[in-house]
């Protein structure tokens, strides 16, 4: 079906199958590919092999070609394992000249404070970055990100964390949806710095849509938090935290009120909601509706100031110097200095000491 020229191209005869011109294709290329499934020095296995050839034209990657983009990017400290994974993922590189395609990318990298591990991660991260145009492609992407967040350093740190970020397509598109929506500047540069993945998605603007019918204002900083926390957290993760809830006593329309007012809420773990709803019903005995008009609290440390001030306040309580109607949830917003003024030096005479022995408490 197929023979070998004595200048190493395949004659591929027309009705050859797709395992035979694989087969071909690794005859060819058996310098860059390893006899294991495991990758050798070159950076390919048999499986990043195979990968790579369903991705590209047939008999288009020259040897030499190949060998060049291999060495610049070890040359520009890549890894092998960063290698395979990069021209895996986008093979059309092993066909370019890489001080025209690649290098004028990573100088605009560098230019911008990206240091060289920084570029690492970064076109490793998102190799198909590197088949933009600088010009038209690059460059614009990372103006639009410093529009927000103000400097080069800012900017670079965003694309460290989502490479994706500086050269998907949809992040103009889902920045000019979130504008058009009423989002304001602020609110988009928190996106950025918080979680800038959520505006390389496909489908953020159903999350607009779902966030907008629960009531929340597109113009309040709560709605960017919505979308992180929607994006954030699988369906599964979602319901076993609305069933925790619902366990220690919070009705559905609670939950989704507390959602409404403090989307950050749906960011903590399970496992820290869990605890506080524990301890604070279930230990203290104290109505778990007070935490849904707080549910900042779900927040702050449970040993560093939950557990210390909650046992303050119930010994206070059980002493008949709080009021019985007094707000359970004040105690945990204070400063430490304005805690101890109202709920331990006031009570210096006869109290203080074993107030101060509970406040160090870290345990119930």
């Known amino acids: 079906m197929m023979f070998i020229s004595r200048l190493g191209r ?11 011109k694989c087969h071909l294709f690794l005859f060819q290329h058996s310098h860059l590919i390893s ?70 990318k990573l100088q605009f990298l560098a230019s911008k404070g990206a240091s060289n591990s920084d570029i690492l ?11 933009l145009g600088l010009k038209n492609g690059i460059v614009p992407a990372f103006d639009l990100i410093r529009r927000f967040l103000s400097s080069d350093e800012k900017t670079m740190n965003c694309v460290i964390s989502s490479p994706a970020s500086m050269g998907h397509f949809y992040v103009s598109k889902n920045v000019k949806l979130l504008l058009d929506e009423g989002l304001t500047h602020s609110h988009i540069k928190r996106l950025l710095q918080c979680r800038p993945s959520i505006l390389s998605t496909s489908t953020l603007w159903k999350t607009v849509a779902e966030v907008k019918k629960l009531g929340i204002d ?15 957290v699988a369906k599964s993760g979602w319901d076993a935290k609305v069933e925790a809830c619902k366990t220690w006593g919070w009705s559905e329309e609670q939950f989704s009120d507390v959602f409404r007012k403090h989307a950050q809420f749906m960011l903590r773990s399970e496992k820290k909601i869990i605890a506080v ?9 104290w109505d778990p509706s007070v935490l849904c008009v707080a549910p900042v609290i779900f927040g702050l ?11 303050v306040v119930q010994y206070l309580l059980s002493k008949g110097l709080m009021k019985k109607d007094a707000s359970l949830a004040t105690p945990f917003y204070l400063t430490d200095k304005k805690f101890l003024e109202r709920y331990v030096t006031r009570f210096e005479k006869h109290h203080s000491s074993q107030l101060l022995k509970l406040l160090h408490s870290k345990t119930c």
């Open 121 to 131: 991660r970064i076109v490793t991260g998102y190799p198909e970055l590197l088949l």
């Open 301 to 311: 440390s449970l040993e560093e100031r939950i557990i210390p001030r909650a046992l």
């Open 218 to 232: 597109p113009s309040l900083m709560n709605f960017s938090v919505a979308l992180m926390a929607k994006k954030a």
């Open 35 to 104: 006899t294991t499934s495991q990758p050798v020095s070159c950076g390919f296995s048999q499986e990043s092999a195979l990968k790579l050839f369903s991705k590209v034209r047939f008999n288009s990657i020259r040897p030499s070609k190949a060998d060049s983009v291999i060495a610049f990017f070890r040359t520009h400290g890549f890894s092998d394992a960063q290698i395979t994974k990069i021209t895996t993922r986008v093979p059309a590189l092993l066909r370019c000249n890489p001080n025209k395609r690649i290098l004028p």
């Open 10 to 20: 395949a004659t591929v005869y027309p009705f050859a199958s797709a395992t035979q």
């Open 277 to 285: 709803m524990s301890f604070w019903v279930g230990k203290l005995g």
